[in-house]
């Protein structure tokens, strides 16, 4: 375990982990949970929209509003799981500001879809608020955030510099005042990018990478790029070639089978260096690669695997482009 | 090389759809290729002949430079799209337009077309709460993709209107968009503040008043003046929004439209799949099929005789090259696997597998080779 590793892994103490949806953002930030538990962290891995297999996935129970142990890592720390339901942190909230009864019975009366129509934003601001009573409580050592999936990311963390357009006074001005200053202290709070080794995947990363450097005023965590193929150099060569230079002669019919999957995978290795060379010498920030794990089903093991590609070096986005 | 060609055996095929459907609605997970399945229909389309519009939202910038969009800025009128091979004759008849959804204008629209005057729509339209949820209501980007498609549909200017559905988790949202918008103005707190045009302060309904208490506590005065004043503005439109929400529930169902579910072979994707089918099935929508995208390509198999000429090969370019293809094998066959599942529960509609290309469609020529796939002209 390195320390730069180490770093950065603990660098904050929410970490909000964000990509488009079909990178794989939610796994990821499932892997930093157990990466950062196996560092010594007790850590709590919110899940903001619910979405199941979670869980099961960090081996424990299905993810609701309740604070759960997912996992003990013996000798180290642990990794517990809870969603933050908009009405349960709706109610949290009212309770949180004392106001009484009347006012949850107003709530409830009216119901808070209602309310949030009238105050656009505010379902994600509370759950943002919800977030920021829990590391001002400090909950946990490390709070890691499965945030909405898709075009929802940055909505939601805009949520409280947008909610001040409209909201001139009261409490919910006064949450989006707090929430704001939690976004902007990289101590207390960063986000992690999550895309793939891809075009379109990562033109949108530095999309997110911009608006939420910019707009919102978060830090950026190193950039990780999930899914990467993994390196191998032979197939620059054809079957042929690399048969020859191994001094193994290749039958027919082995260079045809090689041939058919490596054609394939020179193509998409050349076009995966391509978007990483891109990525960094846009952004300028640090990178993390994780391998494209061989199923389309992931296990408790996999996400072993993920945790421990998190925990290496960091790849600096110069050392990248050169190589 | 083969190696991108055989993981594609298409089971089925959408060509009675491209040329007899009116409407055809693309639904999904996220990074699936979607919008790129509603753009290759449309192409399809076109070069049957047909004068299609494509409504997409958020496209990936590529895609959107390949339609002639202009990617970050909605453009909200159609815009003919060109270069498609086959069609920019004198002779042939089929057109390909392409929009991107800006849902704020769309409502704009709409609010337009429901109200008696354009004071009445001026009132709606400059209201700060109006400004602030046309664009983030809760469902309002999946109505107005649905409001979007009504309105093309019956200008009577298309043969076939294509929509690509927002991205959603829930993409079951969109389904329900129109029932939704009903329930909301259905709401007793709403009915309370909008019945009768009455003054604030003779709200006499308690869970009305009780509201606006909560709102004012939370947010303060000005936006329960600004919030009030745009219920009962929205009062004035509100049975224009009631019917037309109807029609788009009953056209929804008609035989004039037909969803197509796309998916990927990776299991999340999968998963999201069957729901969205079964909520199709169970709303009784009509359910053309299912395009199964970015499979990885199977290797061809090495023999007994030569895996077991390998099997004592040390570290080198060789053993990278045999490594790659096993693990590509592995990869392969178990999406083959994951996708069965889907396949099964699809088996009664077409199903149309396309393979994980080398490079990503990015061009109006990579959609007219997609097109080929899904309408069986491979």
Redesign the interface.
Known sequence: MTDPAEHWLRSTRVAVVVGKGGVGSSTVAAAYALAAAREGADVLFVAVDGRPGMGPLLGGRELDQNDRILRRIKGAGQVRGRTIPADQAFGDYLELRGVGGMLRRAASAASLPMIAAATPGLEHLLVLGKIKELERDRAADLIIVDAPPAGHAAPFLRSASGLSDVVQSGPVRDQAVEVDAMLRDPARCQAMIVTLPEETPVTEAIELANELRGDVGLALMPLVINACWPERPGLSKTPAMAARSQKVTLSASAKASLASSSVFGRKRLERQHQQIDRLGSTLGLPMVTLPRLPTPRLTLHHLGVLADALVVPLVEPNAEAST | ????E?ASAPTGSFVSEVSSASLIVTCG????GKTTTAAALGVAAARAGRRVVVVTV?P????ADALGLDAGAASDAPHRVTGLPGIDTDEATGELWALMLDAASTFDRLVHEQTANAKQAEAILEN??YR??SG???GAQEYMAIERLHQLYTSGEWDLVIVDT????HAIDLLEAPDRLIG?LS?P??RTLTVGQRAFAKVTN???S??L???????????VED?VE?FRSLANIEPGLRKRAGEVSVLLRSDAATFVVVS????????EAEHLIGALRDGDFPFAGVVINLIH?M?????P??RA??AD??D??????????D?????AV??RE?LAVLADLAEDVSVVELPLL???V?DVAGLVGLADQLVGGN
């Open positions: 090389m083969t190696t991108t055989n997970p996220g990074g699936v958020d990936a910038r590529r895609l700060p709460v602030a949820i983030s209501l809760s927002p991205p959603s988790r909301f709401h707190v709403y308690a869970a009305a009780m509201f208490w909560a709102v004012r506590r939370l947010a303060g005065p000005q936006i919030t745009f990927s072979p990776r299991a999340e994707a999968i998963g390509p290797p061809d198999p090495l023999t005789v030569d000429a390998l090969i040390g080198g370019p060789l053993a990278d090259h045999l490594s790659w293809h693990e590509l094998t592995d990869l178990s999406e994951e080398a490079v990503d990015h």
